[in-house]
């Protein structure tokens, strides 16, 4: 079974210093990969998708099978970032399997 | 607000209480989704639905969990003879085929059993 692995529960950064939060997974074939986030007292909702190479709120994060990693990684954290982020990989043809996550605080 | 709604938002119950929680998702979504979170935890798979059938279940999912989803539109996931184990946020997520995994969750029920 597929596995995702968040080695980070917890990662605190300064403003305006960049932010790498790590994922690596277990899959034998071509994953396809996600990281969620939560914000406070709001509802986990999509980051972003591997399949769609996207920046999203200055967020990115490449795939490397070499290392089955899919780090998130920002140049320039702010305080708005804090959340808990996922990493999920879909296993079978439909669901998702999550790490068990890592809260970014961003101190000012 | 036209997302994915769940109900209740907080059910505290006695073990050996039976509970049902439901689940409204994004009208034109055909697929819905059950994962249950625990304190310090991701989201776990608990089963899923496309339209009314439901598809997969988790072996998480004992004998006395239950969910259905009777006409493809909202689905109840009943909990019979809790237990402190049971505890947990119980979410529910809802999709289209064409979103390519893009789930919408919504913002859960917590259930506490005493």
């Known amino acids: 079974a597929q596995r995702v692995t968040q080695p980070e529960k917890l990662l605190s950064v300064f403003k305006g210093a960049p932010v790498e939060l790590k994922c690596n997974y277990s899959?034998?074939?071509?994953?396809?990969l996600f990281w969620y986030v939560q914000y406070s007292r709001q509802r986990l909702q999509l980051l972003l998708r591997h399949i769609s190479r996207e920046s999203i709120k200055g967020f990115t994060a490449d795939l490397n099978k070499g290392e089955t990693s899919f780090h998130l990684k920002k140049p320039f954290a702010q305080e708005e970032d804090s959340a808990m982020y996922y990493c999920a990989v879909v296993q079978g043809a439909q669901k998702l399997v999550f790490g068990q996550g890592t809260r970014l605080t961003i101190n000012p | 607000d036209t997302g994915v709604s769940q109900d209740p938002r907080h059910k505290i119950t006695k073990r050996g209480q039976n509970v049902t929680f439901r689940c409204d998702p994004i009208?034109?979504?055909?697929?819905l989704y059950w994962y249950r979170q625990t304190l310090g935890q991701g989201p776990e798979f608990l089963t899923y639905f496309q339209n009314e059938a439901q598809l997969e279940k988790s072996r998480l999912l004992s004998d006395r969990f239950s969910a259905e989803r009777p006409k493809g539109s909202f689905s109840t996931l009943e909990i019979q003879r809790t237990e402190q184990g049971d505890s947990a946020m119980y979410l529910c997520?809802?999709?289209?085929?064409?979103?390519?995994?893009?789930?919408?969750f919504g913002s859960g029920t917590r259930l506490t059993v005493v």
């Open positions: 009208s034109e979504h055909n697929r």
């Open positions: 899959y034998s074939g071509s994953p396809e």
């Open positions: 997520a809802s999709s289209s085929a064409g979103q390519a995994y893009g789930y919408t």
